[in-house]
């Protein structure tokens, strides 16, 4: 038996107290030509055997809630055929949507054939993987269909490293830094005051062209900023000037938690949620605040290892402070599946809720060229215009800093042309 780890931790807090869907993470993956069936049940099972945290199953014990990896068994995955991709992914984002046991079956893996492609529906609970899983399953998947062995190690190995940290100075450091960020900033912003009853979210999403993901691309590299500060930076000034010109307040994150290629190479839950305090200063440029939030982002995932759940309960505990620190979260999914010389297409299905008003996520997975801006949104705090409005707005003032980052704050254009004569 195992204890779980932070991150699952947190996911199982998550589950207890919202229930639903909420933990559910799924994605696909195709690649065109075909396979024959026992190629693809050889590798589905080979994915089983090579990844213990698959095989984790969460048990009730006189010690609480712990887990324990079960014995690898070969075992014939389920086929789907679909004559059309649209039929697949009404097919796949109800999947998504159906909640999967935290005491039953957690990792189900389905082949998928098309007239034209081949692929894999994978359906995670979020206590055994997380986005970055997905994507390393999916390349796994890729790498034994072209006779190759992809690098796999336990989860349990993590397990073990994490209680070395737990005994360690290290926590105790990372719990000093969040302290010290909320001793800086102890009130909270929102963007949606609205109260809501329900998790029920959907998603709404934009597609940058080549054009406009190329501009962003050349700006941040030009400024050595990475597409993340950059995507944080415009998403607090967004905020600041819809809320007051307020200069100090905490959006969210996620940190990938993974240190070196062994963590990267392992299928499991390491995710940790993050708050990262923002402080702008709107008499000063763009580029100045730039610099500011990446430096913040530099110094929030040098204390990764230590969630969201610990940094609550520790203010709480410290402050006697009842409210969460953000109701916005900001992540950027770039990780790049092989695919073994082929063409690959993946998707992430959206699991219909979420316990934040809002998460932004900014996907570049295929390196296509071209960015992918998911908005999911509670539907009790937004409506679908409010969302369309965003994220005009968002990208108006994007395109103003990247054409003249010496403006102040406050000299950004926010309003598109349509909406300004509209204003006017």
Not at 127 to 146: E, K, R, Y
Request: hydrophobic share 40%.
């Amino acid at each position: 038996m195992y204890d779980l780890s932070k991150p699952q931790r947190s996911v199982y807090e998550i589950e207890t107290y919202a229930g639903g869907s909420i933990s559910v993470v799924c994605g696909s993956m195709f690649l065109k030509g075909t396979r024959s069936l026992e190629e693809l049940q050889n590798a589905v099972n080979k994915i089983y055997e090579i990844n213990d945290a698959l095989r984790l199953c969460i048990v009730r014990t006189e010690h609480g809630v712990q887990q324990k990896v079960e014995e690898f068994v070969e075992q014939d995955a389920e086929v789907l055929g679909f004559k059309k991709r649209e039929t697949f992914d009404l097919y796949a984002d109800a999947c998504a949507k159906d909640p999967l046991d935290l005491y039953g079956l957690l990792c189900i893996i389905k082949i998928i054939l098309l007239e034209d492609r081949y692929g894999i529906l994978i359906k995670l609970h979020h206590v055994i993987g997380d986005a970055w899983a997905l994507s390393l399953i999916c390349s796994q998947f890729n790498s034994i269909l072209s006779g190759e062995v992809p690098k796999a190690y336990s989860y349990v190995e993590y397990l073990d490293k994490e209680k070395f940290y737990m005994k360690g100075i290290g926590q105790g450091k990372d719990k000093a830094f969040f302290l010290g960020r909320f001793k800086e900033c102890g009130k909270v912003t929102y963007l949606s005051e609205k109260g809501g009853k329900s998790f029920c979210s959907v998603r709404k999403t934009f597609v940058l062209d080549v054009r406009k993901s190329g501009q962003i691309v050349t700006y941040a590299k030009a400024r050595n900023v990475s597409l993340f500060v950059l995507s944080m930076a415009v998403l607090a000034v967004y905020m600041s000037r819809t809320k007051w010109n307020v200069d100090k307040f905490y959006i969210g994150t996620a940190a990938l938690n993974r240190a070196g290629g062994h963590d990267k190479n392992t299928v499991g839950m390491f995710v940790n949620s993050l708050p990262m305090l923002i402080c702008l200063d709107n008499e000063k440029s763009f580029w100045d605040n730039l610099l500011q939030i990446r430096q913040e982002s530099f110094s929030v995932f040098r204390h990764q290892r230590y969630g969201y759940s610990e940094v609550l309960k520790d203010i709480r505990e410290a402050y006697h402070f009842n409210e969460k620190l953000y109701d916005v979260v900001l992540n950027c999914q770039n990780t790049t599946v092989f695919g073994g010389g082929e063409e690959v297409e993946t998707t992430w299905h959206h699991n219909g809720m979420q316990v934040e008003s809002l998460q932004i996520h900014i996907d570049n997975q295929d390196e296509e060229g071209t960015f992918r801006m998911h908005y999911d949104y509670q539907v009790e705090k937004f409506a679908e215009k409010e969302i369309i409005r965003m994220h005009g707005q968002m990208m108006s003032l994007l395109f103003d800093a990247m054409v003249d980052d010496g403006k102040k704050l406050y000299e950004l254009e926010m309003l598109s042309d349509v909406e300004c004569k509209k204003k006017l």
